[in-house]
Structure formats: structure tokens, C-alpha cells
């Protein structure tokens, strides 16, 4: 069982920037692919961002694509999605999940492991 905690949602002004952060509970934590979602009210899940085990390889939805970053650190089993540039449609809350995969994967359904969310609000 992974479990997954995420932190560094906040309130930030359109144009602003946000670092959130993932820590997983799990030693074979190079072993998952991970991946950001967001769902706002009303909507249903999407996918933001995800990155291979190794790190070498990330991919990006179309809406954030030049403005967030993924990243990981294996060493201290934690996957970073860095937002920047952010605009109030953005407005979401957050989830790292983590799925056995030796490849990127997009879809909700190929995660097995998710966090609790974190709020990220963006102000016009």
C-alpha cells in the first residue's frame, strides 16, 4: 500500500506561482510512474502532468504545457509539480498518484495510489 501526501496548495494571484510537493510512503518509490491531476467543482478529474520512474521522461496536458514543471527525487520519494503563470482556470484541487507502469500513463484509471488533494486557488 503507497500512501501519497500532498502540500503546497495555497491561494495565489493570477500570474503568480505555487511548488506543490508529493511524498510518498513507499521504499520502491523509483519503481512508479506518477502523475498530477486537478478536478474543479462540477468537473470531472483531468491529467496535468506525469513523469516516468527514472525522471528522464514527462509529459503534460495541452493547458498547462510551458507553464508547469514535474519533477521527482527518488532519493527522498517525492514527485513536485512547479506552476507557473498561473491563471484563475487553474483553480483546482491537486492530486499525485502513482502507478505501477514502466511507461508514462494519462489516464485516471492506470493510477492505483492517490493522495488527498491540495486546494490551489488562483485570484483574478
Known amino acids: 500500500q503507497v500512501q501519497l501526501v500532498e502540500s503546497g496548495g495555497g491561494l495565489v494571484q493570477a500570474g503568480g506561482s505555487l511548488r506543490l510537493s508529493c511524498a510518498a510512503s513507499?521504499?520502491?518509490?523509483?519503481?512508479?510512474?506518477m502523475g498530477w491531476f486537478r478536478q474543479a467543482p462540477g468537473k470531472e478529474r483531468e491529467f496535468v502532468a506525469a513523469?516516468?520512474?527514472?525522471?528522464?521522461?514527462?509529459y503534460y496536458a495541452d493547458s498547462v504545457k510551458g507553464r508547469f514543471s514535474i519533477s521527482r527525487d527518488n532519493a527522498k520519494n517525492t514527485v513536485f509539480l512547479q506552476m507557473n503563470s498561473l491563471k484563475p482556470e487553474d483553480t483546482a484541487v491537486y492530486f499525485c498518484?502513482?502507478?505501477?507502469?514502466?511507461?508514462?500513463?494519462?489516464?485516471?484509471?492506470?493510477?492505483?495510489?492517490w493522495g488527498q488533494g491540495t486546494q490551489v486557488t488562483v485570484s483574478s
Open positions: 498518484a502513482a502507478a505501477l507502469s514502466s511507461r508514462i500513463v494519462t489516464t485516471t484509471r492506470s493510477y492505483r495510489y
Open positions: 513523469i516516468s520512474r527514472s525522471g528522464g521522461s514527462t
Open positions: 513507499e521504499v520502491t518509490f523509483s519503481t512508479y510512474a
